[in-house]
């Protein structure tokens, strides 16, 4: 089993993870003893005088206070990790009517106004490879669609699920919960699976960098992913 520690290392891939999770509070000042917060304050102002640091933002150059992550730690490969994998809610509201209104008739008039019914120019390529990804399994609306192709891989999380195939659209992983890979890190990253996820991928450093919000604190769950063995 890989090392755990509290120093944070530059780590890339898939089979083991760097888990990091911080909360991040941007244009307030910090104050003394705060933890998890990423702020900003004027050059040379007290962090801790929160008021005349606001004042001065616009008389002084902004400069950032970087606070150090919660906690950070190294997981077991992901392929050794246990699947989390809660039931998909596939019922859902046709034409759900938004908070705050009241329904009713489309003009059809306008619709058609607004119907483009010509074709553009097909000037993009045709696609590679092409499959099915994942779902909107757990029914949350928007289904908030990430995913990044990388050298050898696809990774896909939509809102609360995640998967990970090769680029002939092999499955490697998943779908499992989004909070999977935090499995024994413990806290909000670990016990929270609460989506708007992240997917990126370094082209220069081969790595993948993921994230989710854990609430309702306000969490940052981050992982960056450091090998491409599943």
């Known amino acids: 089993m890989p090392q755990r520690g509290s120093v944070l290392k530059v780590l890339t891939g898939v089979a083991?993870?760097?888990?990091?999770?911080?909360?991040v509070v941007l244009l307030q000042p910090r104050e003394e003893g705060s933890r998890g917060l990423a702020a900003m304050a004027p050059a040379g102002a007290n962090a801790g005088a929160g008021d005349q640091a606001a004042v001065a933002y616009g008389e002084a150059e902004l400069v950032p206070i970087v606070i150090v992550s919660d906690k950070v730690d190294l997981s077991p490969p992901l392929r050794d990790i246990p699947a989390v994998v809660s039931p998909p809610e596939l019922e859902a509201p046709e034409n759900e009517v938004l908070p705050?209104?009241?329904?009713?008739?489309v003009d059809q008039d306008e619709v058609a106004a607004i119907l483009q019914d010509w074709h553009g120019a097909v000037d993009m390529p045709a696609p590679i490879q092409n499959w099915e990804g994942i779902p909107n399994l757990s029914t949350?609306?928007?289904?908030?669609?990430?995913?990044?192709v990388g050298l050898n891989?696809?990774?896909?999380?939509?809102?609360?699920?995640?998967?990970?195939?090769?680029?002939?659209?092999?499955?490697?992983?998943?779908?499992?919960?989004?909070?999977?890979?935090?499995t024994g890190f413990g806290g909000p990253c670990e016990d929270t699976n609460d989506?708007?996820?992240?997917?990126?991928?370094?082209?220069?450093?081969?790595?993948w960098i993921l994230s989710q919000f854990a609430?309702?604190?306000?969490?940052?769950a981050t992982m960056i992913l450091m090998d491409t063995d599943t």
């Open 100 to 105: 705050g209104r009241t329904g009713g008739s």
């Open 153 to 182: 891989h696809y990774v896909q999380w939509v809102n609360l699920w995640l998967q990970i195939w090769d680029k002939s659209g092999n499955s490697l992983y998943g779908p499992v919960d989004g909070n999977t890979p935090w």
């Open 195 to 207: 989506g708007d996820p992240i997917v990126l991928y370094d082209q220069l450093a081969d790595r």
């Open 140 to 148: 949350v609306f928007p289904p908030d669609t990430e995913g990044e």
């Open 16 to 23: 083991a993870l760097a888990l990091v999770v911080a909360g």
């Open 215 to 220: 609430l309702p604190n306000y969490y940052l």
